[in-house]
């Protein structure tokens, strides 16, 4: 069997223009310099998929900062990206052009295509378009296996980040059900690492959280605040198989990664 197709999924940075801003306590500049140097000297990966939400003061310069990174860590893995319901589609891609960024929203090997949907509403929740569904419908490759990564959650989770879920959850459902070759869907904006099943939850396909660069919420909490977990992400392997294998990492707080300035 030849090597699995490896895709790293880091989510939520929640960057400012300035550098040593916080969000909810935590340092989420050095955060993802951790997690994206993590990514580079111990999984390399094949892709990089961000799925959303880079930005926290929707400033100029907080895209420019997520580019600075990339850049001054020397990443060459390429990079795919999707908004969150913080960004502008309008910024994400015009900041983020050049290698390694690569704006394509299909990513394939001869058993596997991964598809990347624009889940950005005009509220903070989520709406998957009627375009974004045709385009699904026409893309789909039913001799392969799918995996579909967005930023919204389409299943909810049980807590206060579900008042700004997928809106149209039904609507995307009755369409993306009608393909048996999807294996499972992946999304940012929980902030937490989860598994949902479909035994669990009455859906045909089974869904994997990210773990945000930035925080992991509280589950307990009424507003957005930290349950103290380190930054973190996704790994999926894709075997030739077409086995799906994924875990999470999260690092450490006080291992911190330098960049040359």
Known sequence: ????????????????????????????????????????????????????????????????LFVDIIQQLKIIIPVHFIPGNHDE??????????????????ISNDFWQLLLINSKGDTPSGYVSNEALQWINEHIDPNKKQLVMM???????????????LKNKDVFWN??????????????????????????TGYPFPLFTCPATSIQFDQTA???????????????????DKKLITRTHF?????????DE
């Open 151 to 165: 930023h919204h959650h389409p299943i909810n989770v049980g807590y206060g980040i579900d008042k700004h879920g």
């Open 1 to 64: 069997m030849s090597h699995p197709l490896k895709i790293a999924q880091i989510s939520d940075t929640h960057l400012f223009s300035d550098k040593r801003a916080l969000h909810c306590g935590a340092d989420v500049y050095q955060n993802l310099v951790n997690v994206l140097s993590h990514i580079k000297l111990v999984e390399q990966p094949d892709v990089i998929v961000f799925t959303g939400d880079l930005t926290q003061d929707h400033s100029d310069a907080s895209y420019q």
């Open 89 to 106: 589609v309008q910024q994400l891609e015009h900041y983020l052009m050049g290698a390694p960024f690569d704006p394509s929203k299909i």
């Open 175 to 200: 369409s993306i059900k009608q393909h048996s070759s999807i294996q499972a869907l992946a999304c940012g904006h929980v902030h937490n690492d989860l598994t949902l099943k479909p035994e669990d």
């Open 251 to 259: 690092i450490a707080s006080q291992s911190e990664a330098t960049i």
């Open 222 to 240: 009424t507003t957005s605040a930290c349950n103290g977990q380190g930054a973190g992400y996704r790994i999926f392997e894709l075997f030739d």
